[in-house]
């Protein structure tokens, strides 16, 4: 599971494997980093076809979300 790999940190995952509630499972790990930034500067980078971002830290009550 990708938050059990990578914990608290952006992860750039190409091809997603979600469950039925959408929650990304697994696919394949391009990059990973605590810097938000840097993993959307990869993206635009590597321009994957399918792909997620995904947060695997715990967003604090406060924070906006903007989808």
Known sequence: EIEAQFA???VLVEDPRTDES????GG?????S???DEVY???A???P????VVYTGKIP???AVVL
Request: without cysteine; glycine residues 0%; hydrophobic residues 35%.
């Open 8 to 10: 608290s940190e952006w």
């Open 22 to 25: 959408l929650r990304v499972i």
């Open 28 to 32: 394949r790990v391009l990059h990973h």
């Open 34 to 36: 605590k810097d938000r």
């Open 41 to 43: 500067r990869k993206v």
């Open 45 to 47: 980078l590597l321009r």
């Open 49 to 52: 076809k399918r792909s997620a």
């Open 61 to 63: 009550e406060e924070t």
